[in-house]
């Protein structure tokens, strides 16, 4: 290995000395998570402008055998972007819409273009790029895609996996792969960008992708729904889909709890329903159609469950700002939970006709577990996915609690394996979840998984450490 000295003055010859950040005030804001459950430390914090740096930077740390960690918006949720050492690799400067093609409803994007930009960019050309995420305004698509993100509109839509049509990758040795095809239809051989999605950094750098647009729906109408319990959720969601079938664009699970924190810690907020009820689900139908009439079928819908007692109660927003409202009452979710001290969570997901038992027996078991913990299971229901988060018992020390995740983790991740379910869902696996994925994954996929660590970067140093360990013991060959 050079010394790293030499090695910075190299990157700052070819990137400018300003974009090769070193002082611990600039670094410090890379080297933790936006939980804070990590923290790491990075020699630099560099920052290319384009494909062609970021070559020259993975080149580099290559032949000096630097570890490297690709940050894009540093609001992942499972301490993959956390540096151990070695660079951060931010992708900030490459943030250009390339090309929007309109005809082939597609857009090519730069890796640290924001979330929130792309999908502007669509709006701007009647268009609508449906990854939606609360961290839209931070988050880039380089990590969506190395996250293989979920979000609210997975349901209509699919993970960022399915909004992928070709990529730009640097590879470990800093050859750059151009993978940046619009084909809708690519049957040449493996499909290598499915390997770069959700790799969270350990196989290649995103550095461009070209993701798929959608006709921009005209309307929409949001519906809150009062239900009895998670049981009669998945029955409304079954009538939903029979009924208004694939205009349903979202069917998100809050339960009482909730509901409760966000109204007590946003007092500006209005309770949508008079009534007091054990879970709530909020449903959104969009469409392209035009006419007053093609809406129609969530009101009726919802109108019909209260007839035949599956919906205890229901309101419709009557205009797009009592929309955002009954939408912030799910956004707000996740942050209120911080202000109910300490939250140990568990983003998994299980086969959707088991999500009600999963909620009863976990619910149940935890509870059973610590007397007094708060359970706020919520999320994005109609696709499976809950956010299974244990709020601490009144009065607990936040760190005390804390100190409880393994034993939680085990209590339901059991449950969710026993179900066929994932243990992550939606916000990958990074350092947070590695020893569970070697606990509950299949040994063989590890295997698999291991290998193609190897092939691509047999050094180790694209995010080493994150989703798998590799042993000191390279795997034999096949
Ligand atoms: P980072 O946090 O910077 O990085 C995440 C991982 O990707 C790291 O392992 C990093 O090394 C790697 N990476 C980043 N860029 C690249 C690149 N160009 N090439 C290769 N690897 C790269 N996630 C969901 O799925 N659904 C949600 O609903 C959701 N809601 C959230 C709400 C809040 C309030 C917050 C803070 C986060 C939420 N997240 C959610 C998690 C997070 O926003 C996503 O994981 C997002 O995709 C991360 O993007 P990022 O640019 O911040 O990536």
């Known amino acids: ?78 301490g993959g972007g956390v540096p151990q050492g070695g660079i951060v690799l931010s992708l900030c400067r490459l943030s250009r819409i390339r090309a929007i093609d309109r005809l082939s409803a597609s857009i090519t994007v730069e890796a640290g273009a924001l979330l929130a930009e792309v999908q502007a960019a669509a709006d701007v050309e009647e268009m609508l790029f449906p990854l939606s995420l609360p961290s839209e305004g931070s988050c880039t698509i380089g990590g969506n895609l190395a996250t293989n993100a979920g979000g609210t509109g997975v349901l209509a839509y699919g993970n960022t996996r399915d909004l992928v049509l070709g990529l730009e990758v640097v590879l470990a040795d800093g050859r750059v792969w151009n993978g940046l095809s619009a084909l809708r239809k690519d049957n040449a051989g493996y499909d290598l960008k499915h390997l770069f999605v959700g790799s969270e950094g ?32 998945l029955t409304l969601f079954d009538k939903l889909k029979r009924t208004v079938g694939r205009d349903l664009t979202a069917f998100e699970f809050i339960p009482r709890f909730g509901l409760d924190i966000v109204l007590k810690h946003r007092p500006g907020f209005l309770r949508p329903l008079t009534g007091d ?56 979710l996740s942050d209120v939970q911080s202000l109910e001290g300490g939250s140990i969570k568990h983003d998994v997901s299980v086969p959707l006709s088991r999500l009600a038992d999963f909620l ?58 026993d179900m066929g379910g994932s243990i992550a869902a939606e916000h990958g696996i990074g350092l947070i979840k590695r020893d569970e994925l070697g606990l509950y994954g299949d040994p063989v996929g590890l295997d698999l998984m291991r290998r193609f660590k190897l092939a691509l970067d047999p050094h180790d140093l694209l995010n080493p450490g994150k989703i798998v360990a590799m042993s000191a013991n390279p795997p034999p060959a096949l």
């Not at 790293?4 to 700052?12: T, Y």
């Not at 000395?17 to 804001?29: C, K, N, R």
């Not at 007839?307 to 009954?326: K, M, P, R």
């Open 360 to 417: 009863d027996t976990a619910i149940a078991a935890c509870e059973a577990e610590m007397p007094g913990l708060r359970v706020c299971a919520f999320g994005h229901f109609g696709d499976g996915n809950i956010h299974f988060n244990l709020s601490q018992p009144l009065g607990m020390e936040k760190a005390a609690f804390l100190k409880h995740w393994a034993r939680f983790n085990r209590i339901v991740h059991d449950i969710v394996h």
């Open 1 to 78: 290995m050079i010394a790293s000295a030499e090695f910075l003055s190299r990157l700052a010859d070819r990137l400018g000395e300003e974009h090769v950040l070193t002082a611990p005030a600039d670094i410090a804001p890379h080297l933790v998570e936006w939980r804070g459950l990590f923290r790491g430390s990075a020699i630099a914090v560099v920052r290319p402008a384009d494909t062609g740096e970021v070559a020259f930077v993975v080149a580099a740390c290559a032949e000096a055998g630097i570890a490297i960690v690709a940050q894009g918006g540093n609001t992942g949720l499972v």
């Open 277 to 332: 009820h054990a879970a709530y689900a909020l449903v959104e139908m969009s469409t392209t159609r035009a006419g007053p009439e093609a809406l129609g079928g969530l009101e009726k819908a919802l109108a019909a469950s209260i007839e035949d007692g599956l919906v205890e109660d229901a309101v419709i927003g009557l205009s797009e700002t009592q929309n955002a409202n009954l939408w912030a009452l799910r956004e707000n």
């Open 202 to 233: 350990t196989l290649g750098i995103i550095t461009a992708a070209v993701l798929k647009l959608y006709p921009k729906p005209s309307s929409r109408a949001v519906g809150f729904a009062g239900l009895s319990s998670p049981h009669a959720a």
